[in-house]
């Protein structure tokens, strides 16, 4: 859904906002449209309602969706583009590997998915659990302790 200028301005405010969403429409990162609805089972611009600014390209489109900080905590890894993050080194970007996921969902360093396609391995990934959060609940469960989502991510952390 296409946001208009003052909708975008609630949760980014700049003094050049106007031009610089003006500047990624010239480019076709966004469009400036009016918002769709579906009318006889296809979707058409709603002229009734304000044009405003919509993505043109996907995240999916880019070759990688988010860089990892590696003095941070890592993002939610998901299917959909834990193969497009990137790791900084000397100066330049690449595609973090599967053992460096394998590493952050707190797998054993014996465990291994080379055996698939770097893809597979990664859809895999981005549809896991970690480790560790997994082993500190069932311990908890087993001792009849009840934990809550803090005390689960304080003892994981």
Known sequence: ???TL???AEFYAADNLKEMLD?????GYLAFEHPKKKENGKRVYDTSLPKGYNIVTGKLSFEYSQ???????APTLVATDVSRLGVPVNGGIRPLTTREGLRLFG????????FLKSSKAF???????CVPVIEHITESLLKGVV???LE???AVI
């Open 67 to 73: 860089i990892l900080n590696p003095n941070d905590i």
């Open 6 to 8: 003052e909708m975008i």
């Open 107 to 114: 797998f054993p360093e014996n465990y291994s998915l080379d």
């Open 1 to 3: 859904m296409p946001l």
């Open 152 to 154: 689960v991510a304080r």
């Open 147 to 149: 934990l809550s989502e």
């Open 23 to 27: 500047g990624l429409v010239e480019k």
């Open 123 to 129: 859809d895999l990934l981005g549809n896991t659990v």
